[in-house]
């Protein structure tokens, strides 16, 4: 998928709030999944991840990190970046996304969670940014949920 495994995820964030807290800069947590794969054969979910992969790397910017997480999410974690820019890069994702052929469209939900203005730890944040993801998906299929919710 060109996405780093899953448990790289935890301890880049943690690093990467670290230094975020040091240089006064913002961090934003996007955290996607694919839509309407429940119960899809494994070889589909492979493909759809693969793909979203393949959007997420070469969307975002060097300097950022993705990775896959389970069978059909990933997270990116965008440095120096607000929610208005970590809206943006998520839009543009999902709209790639739709120009990709996969059996008619490829959809994601996404969550977006920021520091310093939603979270201030990198637990928190993650917490955070998979609450805007429960929150997106209960909205329907291809939907993007940023902030705070309590």
Known sequence: SGLLEEHHFKVLVTKRVAAARRQLQPISIVMFQIDGL?????????????????VVTT?????DAACRIGTT??????????????????????????????????TVSA???CYPTHALSAPELMERAGRALDSALAQGRDRLAAGCFD
């Open 38 to 54: 429940d119960g899809a054969a494994a070889s589909t979910c492979a493909k759809a991840v693969n793909t979203l992969g393949e």
């Open 59 to 63: 969307t975002l910017r060097e300097s």
């Open 73 to 106: 999410m990933a997270a990116a974690i965008l440095e120096d970046t607000a929610e208005a820019g970590a809206v943006w890069a998520a839009e543009r994702i999902r709209g790639t996304l739709h120009q990709y052929d996969f059996d008619g469209s490829l």
């Open 111 to 113: 969550g977006i969670a």
